[in-house]
């Protein structure tokens, strides 16, 4: 947190907390520090028990009217999938970052909002967006998330689709 404060307040950050033992004070800690919001890794969320676990901290949370940050990543104890013979060596990051978020997400939808119900949560992943997306994808996305419109945002728009041969 030293170096971020040194950037001046045109930079904020979320609060990590730890998670083994995790206390509603940690929350105040962060928060105290100049902290916008606490970030998990979804791992943290991914189950009922650790939902119920964190349950005094994300009251925490709720209370001081700071949002919650779910990122992609595992929990203490949490093992990760051994990679394949073959596979290619970004295949597991971005088929567990996947799986782990779906996990915290569903899992908070249909528990967590229910015991939680002013808890302000952002879930992300892939620092937004990854930037290997070619440009037009991303003002299709940008489009797309604006309009009343139905659209397929994250299909190519149809200068930047391959052509058949």
């Known amino acids: ?29 962060v928060i105290g520090r100049g902290c916008v919001g606490i970030s998990l890794p979804a ?19 709720a209370l001081l009217d700071v949002p919650l940050f779910v990122h992609p990543g595992r929990a203490p104890g949490q093992r990760a999938t051994p990679s394949e013979f073959g596979e290619p060596l970004w295949w597991r990051a971005l088929t567990d970052y996947v799986s782990q978020m779906q996990a915290a997400w569903l899992t908070f939808m249909a528990l967590g909002r229910r015991e939680h119900p002013e808890l302000k949560v952002l879930f992300a992943m892939l620092a937004g967006v990854p930037r290997c997306w070619p440009s037009a994808w991303i003002h299709e996305a940008a489009r797309a998330s604006t309009s009343t419109t139905p659209t397929s945002s994250m299909r190519p728009p149809a200068t930047d689709r391959p052509r058949s041969r």
């Open 43 to 61: 791992g943290a969320l991914a189950s009922p028990d650790s939902l119920e676990r964190l349950g005094p901290v994300l009251e925490r949370v």
């Open 1 to 29: 947190m030293t170096g971020r404060l040194a950037l001046g307040p045109e930079f904020a950050a979320w609060g990590p907390i730890a998670l083994d033992g995790a206390e509603p004070d940690d929350v105040d800690d």
